[in-house]
């Protein structure tokens, strides 16, 4: 039977309001530190490509949290998520010291992406048993949108702080935001016992099996690399929104709005796929939705003017509905015993390869312009889709879910 839940069915849920409200704290002073500290490498180093660095390494590190992934079934879910942040918190306390050398700034960067990626499969696991089974797919839909909202306001935020504090009171801001985001969890959500089993083989070893064992299911496998190329592709106008402003001699400012266009039609996307869809209908959009988000960025050939590039880029974030019905086809392929340590190492993969698309599109962009790079990333983007979107009927996967609800 196909069900239309609401975002207040997930909300109605206490241990889905403090995880919800945790990661609008963490999320918001993350981006308000990231602001910060591009500040203030510039101003002690005068390098742009240091600058830059402090934001590519904020992917790097999910590569190796994604190693460490058996931590999600060897500590309880809460505890670990709780521990992340708190050592995140004393992460950043240290960044803040004035006169920190470069390199220990860039180390501690470093150092919270790898606890943020650690903590990503517990905090989705809380996720999944703080709501019903039905309200699963509009909880993490409104995870997306407050960290889509919070990374907009926390740039917005953060310009404003630095003209209040210095950017290493920027920083102690986030280290606040990790140790508010902490208290909430622990004492707002339940004890959860992990689902999957403590062997006795190394961390690194029962991390390597785990990847084994995903990428071993043909299904899975499947998902996992829609949900990690589909986003390596679709961040080429974001990482070129600055040479394409400057290419049609538009405004700094535009750069700003440019910015935000993406994130504004996924969150549209994301709206409407809850309120208008069923799940049904969410898990069988997955494949077409996601090839239609990059439909748009075939029609950059012509080198569009900002006014007709920003409608393009908000229509294909509306795309990123897929991600509704992705999220539960995931859900219905992992074992309960896998699902802490899958979720792990798709954040893993999914940033690792975000950061590797920002520097593809860089690279492209010097070499055939970036008009052309993001019809490029169009192309393959839809080629993604058709290769690993599950384009077969939703009615095999709703058949299982439902009678491991009724078991």
Partial sequence: M???SRYRDALVHRPFQALFAAQLVSVTGTTVAAVALTVLVYERTTSPLLSSLTFALGFLPYLFGGLLSALADRVPPRRLVVTCNLLSAGAATAMAWPGAPIPLLLGLLVVIGMLTSLAGGSSAALVRAAVPHDAYAPARSLMRIVAQLAQIGGNAAGGALLLLLSPSGAILVNAGSFVVAALLVRLGVGRL??????????????SLHGIRDVFADRELRRLVLLGWLVPTFSVAPEALAA?????????????GIWLIALPV????????????????RQRLVVA???????????????????PVALLLLAVSGFGSLYALGLDLRVR?????????????????GLMTLQGL?????????????????IVLAGGCGLAAAAAFGPWRSAQTSETVVSSRASA
């Fill in 288 to 306: 077409p939705m996601a090839a239609a988000s990059f439909v748009p960025y075939l029609l950059f050939a012509p080198h569009p003017p900002i």
């Fill in 2 to 4: 196909s069900v239309r």
């Fill in 243 to 255: 040479p394409y402003v400057a290419g049609v001699h538009g405004s700094r400012a535009l750069v």
């Fill in 332 to 348: 219905d392929a992992a074992p309960e015993r896998l699902f802490a340590r899958v979720m792990t190492i798709n954040s893993a």
């Fill in 265 to 280: 039609g996924t969150i549209a996307g994301d709206v409407f796929g809850v309120w208008r869809l069923d799940s049904r």
């Fill in 357 to 373: 698309g920002f520097a593809l599109a860089g690279a492209e962009a010097q070499l055939i312009g970036s008009p052309a790079t």
């Fill in 193 to 206: 016992v992990p689902a999957g089993d403590a062997p006795e083989a190394s961390l690194l070893r029962d």
